[in-house]
């Protein structure tokens, strides 16, 4: 049986014990030819170990993420496994190239049958993994070039507080209203649901309320302390964010995480819920909060975008926009951000659509918790608590260090 034979086997009869059909005398002469070194028999016995216990081998990289505080593992033939340490990727030392036929088989692992037929059918699928007593994970599973790849991002068992992650104190006064919509932005890996989640567990300590969040997958879980806490799970819970927020409706929250407004009508319902009475928690890839503005508005037709504007501008709570910067050391990365709370003022601006004015005002907005992302990033280079060469590609142009 060729590797191409195997592999088919392995993704559409699911014959995962047939999926790797090699002569374990020939290991050492396989290693040599990889890795071209004097090392062949210790990256040999490796390979034998992830044939033999595949499991055990997946479970041992995602602990070394742990104890490394590494945010991401990413398996891809043809490569090492690679660890994404403080925003850079890594090799993990002492590995061999992998095979997609063992990354399928490490895939199928951590999958349930029903996850796997999804993954077989549709070519990707979210999910979350918890390695037991030490971190979660949410993954993806996805093909490319008829190979399998897998990307694990590991979320901590414990939920950071506020003041850990650097967040703006105001954040602790907005989780606490009782109705509106509040929106953590930022680029991917940026820690937005680590904000969300630092924001929910505060309320959990503070406050007598019905919390319930809508993800994909479910990432931090919340335990009850002085709130109810209902954790529900796009694909195994729910079938889609419209759905599960339409329901919500009906199930007496106060406050409604969404993983992500993605769509017309996720927005479109989150915004409804604003209204009526409920705090509304959700997250965009936008990277400030002018862009945050439009990108909510131009997801609806032209013609609805006036109406959607004066929705937005009684609604809107705040946006927080986030990006992470490597220390000066290269040990860590810190939080810089930028807050908006919305007033009298910036409703005004997003409902006569000037979002170019929304800066200026977050500048003169000072006193009431608002901070532009420049001025953080000064603020934290001028502490020495990030390296101002690599700062300084996200300043705008013409600012004085």
């Not at 959990?204 to 799970?233: A, F, W």
């Not at 964010?241 to 919500?248: D, E, H, I, Q, T």
């Not at 409703?347 to 901070?371: D, F, L, Y």
Request: charge should be negative; aromatic fraction near 4%; glycine fraction near 6%.
């Amino acid at each position: 049986m060729d590797r191409k034979d195997s592999y088919l086997e392995s993704e559409f009869d699911l014959e995962l014990e047939s999926s790797l059909d090699l002569n374990f005398n020939n290991l050492y002469e396989i290693a040599d030819e990889i890795n071209g070194n004097l090392q062949g028999k210790s990256i040999a016995e490796t390979v034998i170990k992830q044939i033999e216990d595949p499991k055990a081998t997946l479970d041992e990289w995602l602990a070394l993420t742990v104890s490394k505080e590494v945010s991401d593992l990413h398996l891809v033939e043809g490569i090492e496994p690679i660890f994404r340490l403080n925003g850079e990727l890594v090799p993990i030392q002492g590995t061999p190239v992998l095979y997609s036929e063992m990354i399928t088989k490490m895939a199928r692992l951590v999958c349930n049958d029903e996850q796997w037929a999804t993954f077989l059918a549709d070519g990707e699928i979210d999910l979350a993994y918890e390695l037991k007593g030490a971190a979660r994970f949410r993954i993806n599973i996805f093909r490319q070039k008829d190979t399998t790849s897998i990307a694990f991002r590991r979320i901590p068992i414990k939920i950071p507080n506020l003041t850990s992650l650097g967040m703006p104190d105001i954040l602790k006064d907005l989780i606490h209203k009782s109705q509106g919509l509040f929106l953590v932005t930022g680029p991917t890996g940026s820690g937005k649901s680590t904000t969300l989640a630092a924001m929910l567990d505060y309320l959990n300590d503070t406050k007598n309320t019905h919390i319930l969040t809508l993800e994909d997958p479910i990432e931090y879980v919340h335990n009850h302390k002085k709130s109810i806490i209902s954790q529900r799970e796009i694909g195994r819970d729910t079938d889609s964010f419209g759905n599960a927020l339409r329901a919500a409706l009906r199930q007496d929250p106060d406050v409604i995480l969404v993983g992500e407004m993605r769509d017309f009508e996720t927005i479109s319902i989150a915004l409804t819920a604003a209204e009526t009475g409920h705090l509304v928690l959700g997250t965009l890839h936008t990277s400030s909060a002018p862009a945050t503005i439009e990108r909510i508005v131009d997801v609806f037709p032209a013609i609805q975008q006036p109406q959607v504007r004066s929705q937005l501008a009684g609604a809107l709570l705040g946006v927080l926009s986030q990006r992470l910067l490597p220390t000066p050391d290269g040990n860590g990365r810190i939080a810089a951000t930028e807050m908006l709370v919305n007033n009298k003022g910036i409703a005004h601006i997003i409902r006569s659509g000037k979002t170019h004015q929304i800066s200026n005002m977050i500048q003169m907005g000072k006193n009431e918790g608002m901070h532009t992302m420049q001025a953080k990033i000064i603020q934290l280079i001028s502490a020495g608590r990030v390296d101002s060469d690599v700062a300084e590609s996200y300043l705008e142009e013409g600012s004085e260090l």
